[in-house]
């Protein structure tokens, strides 16, 4: 997993922000690993990710939370911060990011049972702080969870169709962050959403360029 992480353009490093038990690069690669290898195990019989391979599956999909917790933490969010991740089906970006990035609490959001049941599953085997599943579909989130102050999507719905939906659960100055494959829009087709674009990060994974953006509501 280190030498993946380096290779891949994002190195696992020590961090002393983080729980006990995940603040050297060692102990995050080995958790990690837990992960990687749970997920190829369960994508034999459920199709979880596309990717068979642990290396596909670290180099297409893990590296982009890696990335995403650099992003993350460039962000201007509250200390005790509440995050939802929509659609989170194998737990992606969601349950590899908590294994770097564990601020506030984190709720990972999908309507599928046994995608649920996986996700949990991985989460007990890691051991990851304040990191929640809820299965439901999102208009069910429970009010006691709201409202956010993060709300990450990848590919849970069309941006131009999210921004509305998700807007009543977010926190004053709360913002949503997309991960996409796709360049940000411009300001002009935000403008008529009620949103601006807060920041913008790209990198490359393999011959293909990713694509973060966080947006905040226009007050």
């Known amino acids: 997993m280190i030498g993946a992480a380096s290779k891949a353009g994002r190195k696992l490093t020590d961090d002393p922000r983080l729980d006990a038990g995940f603040k050297s690069a060692t102990d995050q690669s080995r958790i990690l690993a837990y992960y990687v290898t749970l997920l ?11 990717p068979a391979s642990w290396k596909e599956i670290f180099h297409s999909l893990i590296i982009d939370s890696l ?8 962000l201007n969010l509250p200390k005790d ?81 999210l921004l509305p939906f998700v807007k009543p659960m ?18 002009s087709d935000i403008i008529g959403l009620n949103f601006k674009l807060e920041s913008v990060l790209q990198y490359k994974a393999g011959d293909k ?3 973060f953006w966080s947006l905040l509501p226009d007050s």
Do not use: C
């Not at 990972?108 to 007990?124: C, E, G, I, W």
């Open 67 to 74: 990335h995403l917790a650099d992003f993350l933490n460039s």
């Open 40 to 50: 190829v195990k369960w994508n034999k019989s459920m199709n979880l990710v596309g």
């Open 81 to 161: 911060s509440v995050a939802l991740d929509l659609g989170a089906g194998a737990g992606l970006p969601g349950i590899p990011l908590r294994t770097v990035w564990q601020q506030g609490d984190y709720h990972l959001v999908d309507s599928r049972q046994k995608r649920s049941v996986f996700m949990r599953t991985a989460l007990r085997m890691m051991s990851l702080p304040r990191t929640y599943v809820f299965q439901g579909r999102a208009e069910k989130i429970p009010q006691e969870i709201l409202p956010a102050d993060l709300i990450l999507s990848k590919a849970f719905m069309p941006w131009k169709e």
């Open 170 to 187: 977010l926190a004053p100055g709360g913002r949503v962050v997309i991960l996409s494959n796709d360049p940000a829009p411009q300001d």
């Open 209 to 211: 360029t990713h694509y």
